[in-house]
């Protein structure tokens, strides 16, 4: 049987109240969602905590349940995770059942991708779909998503007006690579479908102030900027280009 969705609220509750016994409860929202891959993510909106959960584990034991969320709630709060939790919650992930089950999953959601979205370790799809929903209101219209055919660094990602395209470089489209630096660079891209370029004397300007101003509303604006800046000659290095002499800021000109 599935969990009626209070239970699953109450159990994200009690962890929060075991990691912060003297602070009250947050809102919290527990919804499923159809990752490509074994994934869940937890991120705190407008006051609100915000967790989906792996459709794959509609039907899982409460005890699974229950680890997961003092994971996800541990990684939140930049805690440690209960060793107890992390056994329960790998026990149960790498049970041959499920095992195959996540693998049917996978390749029926795999068949019907008709770009190329869907990479090795990050599906844009998703990425895109999760962000709209989180940023956007789900207001931003899908551009075509693809990873790009090279390994490069020069740009990490480019949104292509004229064919409304989104396209991520392929160098990012690693597990070495953690979830939030692939998301901040589709979420700067898709900024850019909501800001079009502005032509002023002549001039092209893409960043402007209101973009840059939203930029930053991105969760881990500051992680993935620092990621970025501290990974760049291994960036490089994949992408099979010499290493970068440039600063923080040069950077961000490598985002189109
Ligand atoms: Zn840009």
Redesign the pocket.
């Known amino acids: 049987m599935p969990f009626p969705n209070e239970i699953l609220t109450e159990i994200y509750a009690k962890a929060f109240g075991l990691f912060k016994p003297d602070a009250p409860a947050p809102g919290i929202s527990v919804t499923f969602y159809p990752y490509v891959n074994v994934n869940h993510t937890i991120r705190v909106r407008e006051g609100k905590v915000l967790v989906k959960i792996s459709t794959l584990f509609r039907d899982a034991p409460s005890a699974v349940h229950e680890a997961l969320a003092m994971i996800l709630v541990a990684k939140l709060l930049r805690r440690r995770v209960p060793a107890k939790a992390d056994l329960v919650y790998k026990d149960f992930v790498s049970d041959p059942a499920f095992r195959e089950l996540a693998i049917s999953h996978k390749r029926k959601k795999g068949r019907k991708r008709l770009t190329g979205a869907s990479g090795s370790a990050y599906d844009l799809e998703e990425i895109f779909d999760r962000l709209n929903e989180d940023y956007f209101r789900g207001s931003l219209s899908k551009p075509r998503l693809s990873w790009s055919g090279r390994k490069t660094f020069r740009r990490l990602g480019h949104?292509d007006e004229a064919h409304h395209a989104i396209v991520i470089s392929r160098s990012l489209d690693s597990r070495s690579i953690p979830a939030f630096v692939v998301e901040y660079v589709v979420y700067?891209?898709m900024l850019?479908v909501k800001h079009p370029t502005v032509h002023r004397n002549g001039r092209r300007y893409?960043?402007t102030a209101e973009f840059k101003r939203d930029e930053k509303k991105y969760d881990y604006f500051e992680e993935a900027d620092d990621w970025i800046e501290r990974n760049a000659s291994d960036l490089k290095k994949i992408a099979g280009e010499e290493s970068p002499k440039k600063t923080r800021r040069n950077y961000w000109g490598l985002?189109?």
């Open positions: 949104y700067h891209e850019h893409s960043h985002f189109d």
